[in-house]
């Protein structure tokens, strides 16, 4: 049972952690047009100009963050290759205990000379949604510990070209010695196996960027990645984000997708968690391993090539992925 499938008006304290101290790595839980409401609501609301199609002034006024992406809030456009490729408008809602009223961070939003802020009662929808499933990943005769409620919208690029572009971009607004950090880091990406790991990692980025010592680093990595097929990927994909998990306490996904994939890992093998607007695909992470013991999924993300690439039938909403989560 790697995959997990129930109601959400069936989920009850534990029925998750439950799941995935058994061995599932991730749960389809339908949401019964509920989800699709939702993701008129942050998606397709005009009043809302998302930061994909706003000026980049704005999405540096929106900005909250640090050099940390985990931590960042508001607009966000980050491309480095193998680490995450996307532009983003990330929420982070706080809720003090008992009755006191939510805190909304950033609460507002410049677009040009006005400014937009989600309705409370919006919020409100997502926080009902996220209680749902942190009840349901705690177990039972467990106390529910207070976190914060992440709501993240994520525009990926459907064309291989564009996303190389804007990482190159990236890359040229740098100084001298932040791109020669950023031409290791892309080099870091074609890591498999033990090598993929931080030291390993950063010493083999080094010696690619030497052209005697470049020849040894590539037989190494190919004998790393023939050992082990968690970095294995077909000709016709590229890695957006490589395995990894996810600090929070979990993360739910769902959204509109043309040829991004999110794969989890079995133990095994990679297999595709079904992102829709019907259902939302939810897995644990650090903070469910620390608090409850339960075994943070492997996951990655994809972009799948091939000719032609495919057309948006919506710029606004194409390759979007909703992500609703615990923190």
Not at 124 to 149: F, H, N
Not at 234 to 243: A, F, H, S, T, Y
Request: glycine share 10%; aromatic share 6%.
């Amino acid at each position: 049972m790697a995959i997990f499938e129930i109601g959400l008006d069936d989920l009850q304290q534990g029925v998750l952690a439950a799941a995935f101290l058994h061995g599932a790595v991730a749960a389809i839980i339908r949401c019964d047009g509920r989800l699709r409401a939702l993701w008129q609501r942050l998606l397709e609301n005009p009043a809302e100009t998302l930061p994909w199609e706003a000026p980049l002034i704005d999405i540096a006024r929106n900005h909250h963050g640090s050099g940390d992406i985990t931590v960042s809030l508001g607009d966000v456009y980050y491309f480095q290759p193998g680490l995450h490729g996307y532009i983003a408008r990330k929420l982070e809602i706080d809720r003090p205990p008992g009755a006191g009223p939510a805190a909304l961070h950033p609460s507002r939003f410049h677009q040009g000379s006005s400014t937009y802020a989600p309705p409370a009662d919006l919020i409100d929808e997502c926080c009902a949604i996220t209680d749902r499933i942190s009840l349901a990943m705690t177990p039972e005769r467990e106390e529910a510990q207070g976190y914060k409620v992440t709501v993240q919208r994520l525009k990926y690029q459907s064309s291989s070209d564009d996303l190389g572009l804007l990482t190159e971009l990236t890359a040229h607004s740098l100084g001298r010695w932040g791109r020669l950090g950023f031409a290791i880091d892309c080099q870091r990406q074609h890591l498999a196996g033990a090598l993929a790991r931080k030291g390993p990692a950063d010493l083999y980025g080094l010696l690619m960027m030497v052209p005697l010592a470049r020849n040894v680093a590539q037989a190494a990595n190919t004998l790393a990645g023939r050992i082990d097929g968690r970095y294995r990927i077909n000709d016709d994909q590229r890695v957006i984000e490589g395995p990894h998990v996810d600090s929070r306490l979990f993360t739910g996904l769902c959204g509109r997708r043309a040829n991004i994939h999110t794969q989890v890992y079995t133990g095994d093998r990679w297999e595709e968690l079904p992102v829709g607007l019907d259902s939302i695909a939810v897995f644990p992470g650090r903070l469910a391993e620390r608090r409850y013991g339960l075994p943070a999924t492997l996951h990655r993300v994809l972009q799948q090539g091939g000719d032609p690439v495919p057309k948006p039938d919506d710029p606004r909403t194409s390759n979007v992925t909703l992500l609703l989560g615990a923190t």
